[in-house]
């Protein structure tokens, strides 16, 4: 008898304690830099496995959907969800576990995703267990934080099933580029002459655009050695450019190097160094723009998903021109025919020239965050304060991409050509995102901010 | 007792091929190390950090010092002077009974820190005294100094003279080596320089005309004892490079072509080849390393050059840093890629491997390469090599020192250092950042290695306790420290005092002290000793491993139970001098003496068995990088041809040939005319079917009209299986040699093999049909199949079935029971026996003939009665032993077919053993690129070290895999077909040392005619160069064995895949990558 009643009363003190607990930790955990964390998360094990552009683009791109995914079951009125508008993937349906909180869901599902991609679980592992210590510290109910991961866990298998058919494992095994003589054709460059990355990266599925191919940009100029034919002037400009470069220039150059994997060569020593791809770089400034837009929690997922498909869909589209020109690096050609010493300022990645990937996938980029977050959006660029560069400041996203784009130029690795042809190809592809992308529904784009 | 253990043990491995068990080693060489406090010698090269010179700063850093070994005082006994990096030489004087005092102060040797790198000693003045030779890394940061050359006051002082002698050189010098070039008596000087800049890109091979004013390597000519009275740089008219593209760290002179001048070879690290400086005798060198040697090492790093199987011939051996650890194996950097390698192939290089280099040279002055065959191709970061018989048993044995501080190549650390933020490679942060990226570097230690030679090209590494602890171990020198016959060894270490090794044999022994007229030097002569009906050459250099010098003595390792009938000196004046009878038991010397020296002559003759001439015919094999598909494979299956038929087409009664094309080529008809002339004869159908790949064909009287037609076999892994290119043809024979094409719907596979015969005895030649592969999915097994030629009126496919990747087939009654059985050979099968059991049936029967460890990488097939029973014995030609799968019964190589990834394409997995571990063939990198799964499994090369069998490398056990093959014989072999089944004997070495693609057996004299040598091996294989083709015959029943070779000498890297009688004592070669070649026996 009594022993019941004071079990009664445990019963409703526990009760009343959660329900305190309740009302604090639904507010914290809609802190947007909880989405902030699990994307650095993401950026810092994609530099440390060593991911190439076009694929670190795709590491970024399923867990950003999965996490947008999950969001919107819980915003379906203001968002809309990108089944229907992405190529191959079907609806979620919405818990029926009420304990579900889709944040948490959210958060766990874009690392249950990333996870599948990278490399060192183990790393990702530490973090999210970190993460469910910070969560329960916030006072989120372990029935709730059970129900979320469970259901973050089928939304991140939904989407690893949705990845699966993207082409990307059969693509592991298709041919190599193999080396062709002529003299116009992309060849290894030094220092460790790489194999191309990713010849067929063109047949990996896109997400908005209708095929690889749809916005072919023009073709290059034709290979002329010829003192005075355009392609020579092109030659010669990044020559003379790489001999007598300014210091800004060069600041600019080594900013926007983006280069995920450069080896340095000491005798019998050599060793890399690792730093963000050109897409990392863009996932930078996003989580800059969504900061200093105050965005919430969803219009941040919001932003990482409509920026990832952007770059996804760029990188596709660049690489089905660069592997299909073949265009020869300039290296190759200055230190043949002009100066066998001759170095570039920056490494010469490894794979086709035309058109410029920086060019492409930062215009692509600008035009979605753009259309975000609006016209001359200043703001200053800390992306690569880690990596010992300097920040960068930009009256807008179109100016970054530019100074982007054109920075390759500098750096001695392009054309002229495949940078102005290169900022026209993501110039359509972004214009094809943000019109054929339709995620937030609720009106005009200011509420987005909120 | 031991010994004779082993060597009952070898015999009958020999005779009984129960290669299976292991034989432990049981040999030792009786080194002992002795202790600084029994010798004196405290000397250690140590090392410490600077911020301008470390292994950032200095690419060479822990390159160690050398060690050289000289009289100095004439007294009798060799000193030993020790060069130091960043502390003072020493020079240490032999006090005999191994106490030696440190002189090095009192004797006028500088004890500043400047860096010495090589030493060596010279009689430079021809006073009779030795004088030393120091090189200097003297132009680099902050390190300033000269190369020294220490003049001997012949009172145990010397006088530093290369100011006043023009040989004070400021640069980056690794060692000199002394060469008398113009025989003038006076020995002159050729330094060794090493650039020290990053290899960034390769640039091509003209740039070796560039000039490097610290780093280009320097000829000097002696003219101490002439007018200028010192040396003269002759760089410029000599013919010696002295370009920026030049990693000299290893010089050796010798005579290399034997013509009694002395020549210099060369190491090289990196993409620079190695260099021959073959000497015209006109004071002029000529760089002619292509024209000996198909493949050397890539990182040379040291050299020496001695008569490695007692044929008179020296061979040269190099060092290079492939380690003998499999898990160091699976997480340091190796071979360049295939890709790489073709970049470097581009730009004018010549092949390098990145392992030791044996180089044996053959009588027409090429070298055979051999570390594989003779396990002797991985010592790990190698620096010394002395080639020098330290057991006194005729045969030159194998000492290696190796070590390195601190391991950059380790992937690990290469792929994890990006940690590091260069970011902050600022002036003040500088150091910090450089020692922790030094600190991430591995440190490992090492035991030095010594083989021991056992004969007949077999080396075993001795028991390692004897080698004493691991070590960094760089220069290195052997001498007769204590006058006992035998040799000592001294080696200069790293951070540790130097190791004296005494060698504690009793008995044996033979050194000779040569003593010339005054003014004449004696490096360069060479001795014959002659016993027992044997010959053992020795020539006498003394610079030689790793910026080291040895003994200035000849040591010959007479057996104590030997005696030395004569011994012949050829001077270096090329006068031979000899001496009968020689008293062994103490040191003898030998003096020049005029009246009893005559002019020798130089045997020039190159001694041939037979003639070459050549068809004009010149095989195209069309580029397809089979691998740049399928990662995963071990070699290309896209270059199978050419085909060669030789047969009377035109019925002139003279044997025509037919040559098949290769891709975009077509095949050839060449017509027999007078005098033994061919003339090729224009065939329209051959050349419209030029897109068909021809890789075997065979002659067949298919329509029963009385002339010969042809049946040719298509290949080529480059299309898929079943398109009309890989469709096999028939051209018939309108029985003047004109052909047109029949078209039936023949085979589309890659096809492999063509055998003609009736089989079923009914008056129509039938056919068998082989297939190599199917393309784009290595390791799984094609149809083959049996025609029928239905009496002329049609064929008919009588047997279609999936027998191996089969490359060479015959129709043979091997049981002698009337019919014609079909016997086919392949890759990852056994010599395969078809039993003809009549009505068109087939029977298997090889497990039950005893061919169950026949599994190979066959590539031919013939037969004749070796032994002489009445029964017809197997002869197969296969990969060989000088490879790096060296599988047996029980270590077979294993071949894992699944798709592991499940994206439907066939993932070929193999683990070989090396070293007694069971390893992946493939990279990590390569099997994370074709299965991006194994990366997230091994995250790091360490854990991936680890990896020892298939399961722990997928996770999915093997009895769920799609296949398993295995390889258990690579060796060329004999079957001998016995009552009790087949009985395998191997080939002689001589026939083992490269790849055999074909055999042509004389059923009459029993000769078996060999040709070989393949390069379509990933590069992780190596290429197959050292067949130059031959004849072996003479088979002796009760030895098994073939007494008697001859080499055809084929040119050097000719790739030759066919071999078939012309006519009498007249065979025709078609190969790969050369001309058609017609061998006629003298």
Not at chain 1, 202 to 225: G, V
Not at chain 2, 169 to 187: E, V
Not at chain 2, 198 to 206: D, F, H, I, L, P
Not at chain 2, 895 to 921: A, K, M
Request: include cysteine; charged fraction near 25%.
């Amino acid at each position: 008898m009594n022993r019941s009643y004071f079990f009664k009363l445990m019963l409703l003190s526990l009760t009343l304690a959660s329900c305190a607990q309740d009302q604090s930790y639904k507010e914290k955990i809609k802190d947007p830099e909880l989405v902030q964390a699990n994307v650095k998360n993401l950026t810092d094990i994609i530099v440390y496995d060593i991911f190439s552009p076009p694929v670190a683009s795709r590491v970024y791109l399923y867990p950003a959907i999965a996490a947008y995914q999950t969001m919107q079951l819980a915003n379906e009125e203001s968002y809309a969800s990108l089944s229907g508008q992405v190529k191959g993937l079907e609806p979620l349906t919405k818990s029926t576990n009420e304990n579900v909180n889709y944040n948490i869901a959210s958060l766990h599902a874009f690392n249950q995703v990333g996870k599948a991609f990278i490399f060192s679980e183990d790393r990702m592992n530490a973090f999210q267990e970190n993460l469910d210590q910070q969560l329960k510290d916030k006072g989120v109910p372990r029935s709730v934080l059970k129900a979320s991961k469970k259901f973050g866990a089928e939304v991140a298998a939904h989407i690893l099933a949705w990845a699966k058919g993207d082409l990307y494992n059969q693509t592991r095994t298709f041919p190599k580029y193999t080396i062709q003589e002529e003299e116009h054709y992309w060849k290894p460059t030094p220092p460790d002459y790489m194999d191309g990355i990713e010849p067929h990266w063109n047949q990996i599925r896109t997400m908005a655009l209708d095929s690889s191919n749809q916005f072919p940009p023009k073709p290059p100029l034709a290979f002329d050695l010829t003192e005075g034919s355009p392609f020579q002037i092109q030659l010669k400009e990044v020559y003379e450019i790489g001999k007598n470069i300014t210091d800004e220039q060069l600041e600019i150059a080594k900013f926007w190097d983006c280069n995920p994997y450069v080896t340095h060569h000491r005798g019998h020593a050599m060793f890399a160094t690792k730093k963000i791809t050109p897409g990392g770089h863009w996932i930078g400034i996003t989580s800059i723009a969504t900061r200093k837009a105050k965005s919430d929690f969803q219009a941040t997922t919001n932003a990482y998903a409509n920026v990832t498909i952007a770059l996804f869909d760029a990188f596709i589209s660049c690489w089905d021109e660069k592997w299909n020109t073949l265009v020869v690096r300039p290296e190759t050609l200055i230190n043949k025919h002009y100066d066998e010493e001759w170095l570039p300022i920056l490494q010469t990645p490894p794979f086709p020239e035309y058109t410029s990937g920086h060019s492409v996938i930062s215009r692509a980029a600008a035009i979605t965050l753009t259309d975000l977050f609006g016209d001359n959006f200043a703001f200053d660029d800390t992306t690569e304060i880690e990596y010992g560069l300097p920040v960068r400041s930009y009256g807008s996203f179109i100016e970054a991409s530019e100074e982007a784009a054109v920075s390759r130029l500098y750096g001695g690795i392009h054309y002229m050509m495949a940078i102005e042809e290169g900022v026209a190809q993501g110039q359509e592809v972004g214009e094809h995102i943000v019109q054929r992308i339709q995620t937030f529904t609720g009106g005009d784009k200011e509420l987005a901010l909120n | 007792m031991k010994i004779k253990k082993l060597i009952v043990c070898l015999a009958v491995l020999m005779f009984l091929n129960c290669s299976e068990e292991e034989v432990l080693s049981t040999h030792s060489i009786p080194l002992v190390a002795m202790t600084s406090e029994e010798t004196g010698i405290s000397f250690s090269n140590q090392l410490v950090y600077q911020s301008d010179i470390n292994i950032l700063e200095y690419l060479y850093y822990y390159n160690g010092g050398g060690v050289a070994v000289g009289d100095i005082n004439n007294d009798g006994l060799e000193d030993i002077y020790f060069t130091s990096n960043q502390g003072s030489d020493k020079l240490y004087l032999n006090q005999g009974d191994f106490k030696f005092k440190d002189i090095t102060a009192v004797a006028g040797i500088y004890t500043d820190n400047s860096w010495s790198s090589g030493v060596t000693m010279e009689d430079v003045n021809n006073d009779g005294f030795l004088d030393i030779f120091v090189s200097k890394v003297g132009r680099h940061n902050s390190l300033l100094a000269h190369n020294l050359l220490y003049i001997n006051n012949q009172d145990q002082t010397f006088t530093e003279s290369t100011e006043a002698l023009g040989l004070a050189f400021s640069g980056l010098s690794t060692q000199a080596a002394f060469i008398d070039y113009d025989r003038d008596g006076d020995q002159d000087m050729f330094l060794l320089n090493h650039s020290v800049h990053s290899v960034r890109s390769y640039g091509t091979t003209e740039k070796r005309r560039d000039e490097a004013p610290l780093s280009g390597d320097r000829f000097y000519e002696n003219k101490i004892n002439e007018e200028e009275g010192r040396f003269v740089d002759v760089t410029q008219t000599s013919g010696v490079y002295s370009s920026p593209l030049g990693y000299g760290l290893a010089v050796r002179v010798a005579d290399i072509n034997n013509d009694g001048w002395s020549d210099i070879y060369v190491g090289n690290d990196f993409h620079e080849n190695d260099f021959i400086y073959i000497n015209n005798g006109d004071k002029t060198f000529s760089e002619s390393i292509k024209e000996h040697i198909a493949n050397t090492s890539r990182f040379t790093m040291g050299v020496d050059v001695a008569d490695l199987n007692n044929d008179g011939l020296q061979d040269i051996f190099t060092t290079d840093m492939m380690p003998n650890k499999a898990d160091i194996l699976l997480k340091s950097g190796g071979e360049d890629t295939d890709k790489v390698d073709r970049i470097k192939k581009d730009f004018g290089f010549e092949p390098q491997l990145a392992r030791n280099n044996f180089q044996l040279q053959n009588k027409n002055v090429t070298f055979s390469e051999i570390a594989l065959m003779t396990n002797t191709y991985a010592t790990d970061w190698s620096w010394s090599v002395l080639l020098a018989d330290f057991d006194n048993d005729w045969k030159t044995d194998i000492f290696v020192s190796n070590g390195i501080v601190k391991r950059p190549n380790d992937l690990d650390y290469i792929n994890y250092i990006g940690g590091v933020k260069f970011s902050s490679y600022a002036l003040n942060e500088r150091d910090k950042i450089r020692k922790e990226i030094i600190d991430e570097m591995p440190t490992l230690k090492i035991p030095n290695v010594l083989f021991k030679n056992l004969g007949d090209l077999s080396f075993e590494s001795v028991d390692k306790a004897s080698l004493g602890a691991p070590t960094f171990s760089t220069g290195a020198a052997y001498a007769d420290l204590d006058n006992d016959g035998d040799l000592d060894l001294v080696i200069n270490n790293i951070n540790q005092e130097a190791s004296v090794y005494k060698n504690t044999l009793d008995k044996g022994g033979l050194v000779i002290q040569l003593n010339n007229t005054s003014n004449y030097t004696t490096k360069g002569s060479r001795i014959i000793a002659y016993s027992e009906g044997k010959q053992f050459l020795q020539e006498l250099q003394t610079t030689k491993g790793f910026q080291s010098a040895s003994t200035q003595r000849v040591h010959f390792g007479v057996p104590s139970d030997s005696t030395v009938d004569s011994l012949e000196v050829v001077w270096p004046n090329q006068k031979k001098q000899t001496i009968l009878a020689p008293d062994t038991k103490e040191i003898l010397t030998i003096t020049y003496s005029e009246a009893q020296t005559k002019t020798s002559s130089i045997n020039t003759e190159k001694i041939t068995d037979f003639e070459l001439a050549v068809l004009p015919f010149e095989y195209e094999e069309s580029v397809y990088l089979d691998y740049e598909r399928e990662r995963l494979i071990p070699e290309k299956l896209s270059s199978e041809g050419p085909a060669l038929v030789v047969e009377d087409f035109n019925g002139d009664g003279q044997n025509d040939i037919f040559i098949g094309g290769s891709r975009y080529q077509a095949g050839e008809l060449w017509i027999a005319k007078k005098k033994g002339a061919y003339e090729r004869v224009d065939v329209f159908a051959f050349r419209s079917d030029r897109n068909f790949e021809d890789v075997d064909a065979a002659s067949i009287d298919i329509d029963s009209d009385g002339d010969r037609d042809l049946y040719v076999v298509s290949g080529g892994n480059d299309f898929e299986q079943g398109d009309k290119n890989l469709m096999d043809r028939i051209y018939l024979n309108d029985g003047n040699g004109g052909f047109t094409r029949r078209v039936v719907d023949l085979p589309r596979t890659n096809g492999g093999t063509v055998s003609v015969a009736d089989f079923d005895q009914d008056g129509y030649e039938d056919l068998f049909v082989g297939s190599r592969s199917i393309p784009g999915a290595y390791g799984l097994d094609p149809d083959s199949y049996i025609i029928r030629n239905n009496q002329g009126k049609g064929l008919q496919q009588v047997l279609t079935f999936p027998l191996g990747m089969i490359t060479d087939s015959a129709w043979q009654d091997i049981d002698a029971d009337g019919l014609l059985d079909l016997i086919i050979v392949g890759d990852w099968m056994p010599i395969t026996i078809l039993k003809n059991i009549g009505n068109n049936q087939f029977k298997n029967i090889s497990k039950d003939q005893g061919l169950g460890s026949s599994f190979g990488l066959w590539n031919a097939v013939d037969f004749a009665d070796f032994d002489g029973d009445g029964r017809l014995d197997i002869i197969a030609g296969n990969v060989g032993e000088n490879f790096k799968w060296k599988p047996t019964v029980s270590k077979p190589v294993w071949l894992y077919l699944d798709d592991f990834d499940e994206n439907e394409q066939l993932d070929p997995i193999i683990f070989y053993n090396f070293f007694d571990t069971y390893v992946p063939f493939a990279s990590l990198n390569k099997l994370s690129e074709q299965l991006p799964f194994i990366k997230k499994r091994f995250q790091k090369y360490t854990a991936f070290a680890e990896v020892n069998t298939v399961e722990q490398l997928t996770g999915k056990n093997p009895k769920e895999y799609l296949q398993t093959k295995y390889i258990n014989e690579l060796r060329s072999m004999v079957y001998l077909n016995t009552p009790d089944g087949f009985k395998g004997i191997p080939l002689p070495k001589v026939a083992q040392q490269s790849s055999i693609e074909d055999i042509l057996v004389d059923p009459e004299k029993k000769t078996v005619s060999y040709v070989g040598n393949y390069f379509d091996f990933v590069i992780e294989l190596g290429p197959l160069g050292a067949n130059p083709g031959g004849m072996l015959s003479d088979f002796n029943s009760e030895t098994l064995y073939f007494e008697s070779h001859k080499s055809f000498n084929l040119p050097k890297s000719v790739s030759s895949r066919a071999v078939e009688f012309l006519k009498n004592n007249q065979f025709v070669i078609a190969t790969q990558n050369s001309f058609v070649f017609l061998v006629t026996s003298k």
